[in-house]
């Protein structure tokens, strides 16, 4: 359309993540390909988010700052307020920023629900027939999932114990662990 996108716009979008990255002591690790890769995305993102924003304020569905900062506040109820600001002034944003997020987020999926997804109409064949030749997408690697159970085994009564043999002992230890088993 006839909006722009400056560098300064990729530079605001890159700010929490180069932040974090720093933080974490990664920038240095991301090789140059994958910055350009990144950008590239990211540029497309601004790009599809302008469009649907001018699509849905087409349709009359505008930003609301009002909605906006209700959901921020939902969003950062939690979060105490120094250590919001602190972690927000960290990643270059301020909460106005996020809000104008929140509030074209906001104004694009009120639009989708309510003008386009509702002329959506797939069904079961059409599902299994996307499914079929795109079943590579659906393809995840073979993994693993491990995961134990931890028991606290019981403890002899120190009174108790006292008046025992090593054999008892080790006799009530073994049934602890019969038990926990």
């Not at 930003?63 to 270059?92: H, V």
């Not at 606290?152 to 006292?162: N, Q, S, V």
Request: hydrophobic share 35%.
């Amino acid at each position: 359309g006839d909006e722009n996108i400056t560098k300064e716009d990729l530079r605001a979008e890159f700010k929490p993540i180069i932040a974090m990255m720093k933080e974490n002591g990664q920038i240095d690790t991301v090789p140059q390909e994958d910055w350009k890769a990144e950008v590239k995305e990211r540029l497309e993102d601004i790009i599809s988010t302008k469009i649907l924003v001018k699509l849905a304020e087409k349709d009359g569905y505008k930003p609301d700052p009002a909605k906006a900062e209700e959901e921020f506040k939902n969003l950062t109820a939690q979060i105490p307020p120094e250590q919001l600001n602190d972690t927000l002034s960290k990643q270059g944003m301020t909460p106005e920023a996020i809000k104008a997020r929140i509030a074209m987020g906001l104004a694009i999926q009120k639009w989708v629900d309510e003008k386009i997804s509702t002329d959506i109409k797939i069904s079961d064949e059409d599902a299994e027939k996307f499914y079929r030749e795109n079943q590579d997408r659906f393809k995840r690697p073979e993994s693993v999932r491990a995961s134990h159970i931890l028991i606290k085994i019981e403890d002899l009564d120190p009174e108790k114990a006292k008046t025992m043999t090593d054999e008892e002992k080790k006799k009530s230890e073994d049934e602890f662990k019969q038990a926990a088993l």
